[in-house]
C-alpha cells in the first residue's frame, strides 16, 4: 500500500511561471512532511519542511501548503527557474526515534528558459 | 561538514553475480539507511540501523539481501545473487537522532545495472 501519493508524475513550466506538486497520505500519525530536490546523479537533498501544526511555511520562492483535513500537502515554486528543473519528491513520517520516511513517487520538472 | 560517501558510484554485474556497495556517514549521525529507488520511482527503505542495531528490515529481501554497520559507522549492503529487477540506485543516508528537524542526508548513490 503506497502511503503517500504524488502528482503529477512530471511538469513543463515557463521560466517565471508557478510550478504546483500535490501529495496526499493516508496515516494520520504522520507529523512531518518534508520536500526533497533531486538533480539527475545526486542523492535527494532538502528542500522544505512542515509540521501538521502550521498551514503554510514558506521559505523564498518555495511554499508548502498543508491541508490536515484533507490530508493533502503541496509544493509550491514561484517564479520557476531554469535551475529549478530536477526531481521533486514529498515524504512524511513519524517523528520518533525511528525516523522512518515515506517517499511519494517523484515529480521531474522541467522549467522551459 | 563532509557528506555521506558512497562506493562504487557506478556497478554493473551479470545475474546471478554477487554486489556489495559502502556507505561512510556524516561523523557522529547515529541512524543509517539504505534505500532502493529504482528509476522513476521514490526511495523505497530497505534497512535502517541505531548505532549497529537494526531498528527496520521490513523491507528487506532477506534471501538475497543482507546489510552490516559494523562499530556503528561504515556500512555495507551486499546482493547475492543478483537478479535483473534488482537494477536500481541504492542509497545511503544517515541522521543525528535528536536532530530537530529530522532530516536525512543522502548520499549520491550507487547505480547497479543487473544484466
Known amino acids: 500500500q503506497q502511503q503517500v501519493k504524488q502528482s503529477p508524475q512530471s511538469l513543463i513550466v515557463q521560466k517565471g511561471g508557478i510550478s504546483i506538486i500535490n501529495c496526499a497520505y493516508e496515516n494520520t500519525a504522520f507529523d512531518y512532511f518534508p520536500w526533497y530536490q533531486q538533480f539527475p546523479g545526486k542523492g535527494p537533498a532538502l528542500l522544505i519542511a512542515i509540521r501538521p501544526d502550521v498551514s503554510e511555511k514558506k521559505e523564498g520562492r518555495f511554499t508548502i501548503s498543508f491541508n490536515k483535513s484533507a490530508k493533502q500537502f503541496s509544493l509550491h515554486i514561484m517564479d520557476s527557474q531554469p535551475g529549478d528543473s530536477a526531481t521533486y519528491f514529498c515524504a512524511a513520517s513519524v517523528e520518533d526515534n525511528f525516523n522512518k520516511f515515506y517517499f511519494g513517487s517523484g515529480t521531474k520538472l522541467n522549467v522551459k528558459p | 561538514e563532509a557528506g555521506v560517501a558512497q562506493s562504487p558510484r557506478y556497478k554493473i554485474i551479470e545475474k546471478r553475480q554477487s554486489v556489495a556497495f559502502w556507505c561512510n556517514p556524516i561523523?557522529?549521525?547515529?541512524?543509517l539507511y539504505w534505500y532502493q529507488q529504482i528509476l522513476g520511482q521514490g526511495p523505497k527503505l530497505l534497512i535502517q540501523?541505531?548505532?549497529?542495531?537494526?531498528?527496520?528490515d521490513s523491507q528487506l529481501p532477506k534471501d538475497r539481501f543482507s546489510a552490516e554497520r559494523l562499530k556503528g559507522v561504515d556500512s555495507t549492503l551486499k546482493i547475492q545473487p543478483a537478479k535483473l529487477e534488482d537494477s536500481a540506485v541504492y542509497l545511503c543516508?544517515?541522521?543525528?537522532?535528536?536532530?530537530?528537524?529530522?532530516?536525512?542526508?543522502f548520499g549520491p548513490g550507487t547505480r547497479l545495472t543487473v544484466l
Open positions: 540501523f541505531q548505532n549497529n542495531g537494526v531498528v527496520d
Open positions: 561523523s557522529g549521525h547515529a541512524t
Open positions: 543516508a544517515s541522521s543525528s537522532k535528536g536532530q530537530a528537524n529530522n532530516e536525512q542526508f
